[in-house]
């Protein structure tokens, strides 16, 4: 997707915004376009207060100048504004390809809305082609891997699981833990799969977002698509 696209949908996402607000702040590169927006608009005398999903975003945001809070001091946000890497039209989402999903699922459950910006391609029918990531604790790794690939084929699923890296090694999030990429194909329950997941001993979070997203600002080449809320 364009950065002009994904600056189009962010920039959408901080109209939104008022003085005021308390909001959670999401990782990547399309929230990263939101995170400018709202500095920008900070800068300008917008009042408000964030909640960074992962160390990437608080970097960003305190370079911005934007005041940041914690869940500890500010339990409940009215917005999070957050990218995606699937979404269905049921706002039913897949995050995490950048290893955030732990964080942002927190922050988006302690929000009032959820707001995802995406570009179009991301919108599919089933959720799946993008591989799932699981976060899992290093502790008992290959225990944890053959459970969930035993709940994978129990749900007719495919059970390839990569453990993820990065440049050679095991990729660490920002919380030490690890992640296994679910290479699915398709997810035809994710209801199911996640509680099946949940159950997993081992695993900290899946990226499945089920009843978090509120509404969706999706870039295409014709222009904005709204989903849900906005
Ligand atoms: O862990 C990363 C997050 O869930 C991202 O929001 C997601 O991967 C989408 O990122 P991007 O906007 O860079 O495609």
Redesign the pocket.
């Known amino acids: 997707?364009s950065d002009t696209l994904?600056r189009a949908a962010a920039e959408r996402a901080a109209a939104l915004v008022s003085d005021g607000m308390r909001l959670g702040l999401?990782?990547?590169?399309?929230?990263?376009h939101f995170v400018a927006a709202i500095g920008e608009r900070v800068r300008g005398g917008l009042k408000v207060i964030g909640v960074p999903?992962?160390e990437a975003t608080r970097q960003q945001a305190e370079r911005e100048g934007i005041p940041l809070t914690t869940l500890d001091e500010t339990p409940e946000l009215d917005l999070t504004v957050?990218?995606?890497?699937e979404l269905d039209g049921q706002l039913r989402l897949i995050?995490?390809?950048?290893?955030?999903?732990l964080r942002?699922k927190i922050v988006a459950a302690a929000s009032h809305r959820m707001i995802v910006?995406?570009?179009g391609s991301?919108h599919v029918e089933t959720l799946g082609r993008f591989p799932l990531?699981i976060e899992v604790v290093p502790f008992g790794l290959k225990a944890t891997e053959i459970a969930i690939a035993k709940v994978l084929k129990g749900s007719g699923l495919n059970p390839d699981l990569r453990l993820r890296a990065k440049d050679g090694n095991p990729f660490v999030t920002d919380s030490g833990n690890l992640i296994l990429d679910a290479h699915l194909g398709r997810i035809e329950k994710p209801d199911a799969l996640a509680a099946a997941l949940n159950a997993v001993p081992g695993v900290v979070e899946h990226?499945l977002f089920l009843g978090l997203a509120t509404g969706a600002i999706l870039a295409t080449g014709e222009g904005l698509v709204e989903l849900g809320q906005v």
């Open positions: 997707m994904k999401g990782t990547g590169s399309t929230a990263a999903t992962s957050d990218g995606a890497d995050k995490g390809g950048g290893g955030a999903h942002e910006i995406a570009d991301k990531p990226g």
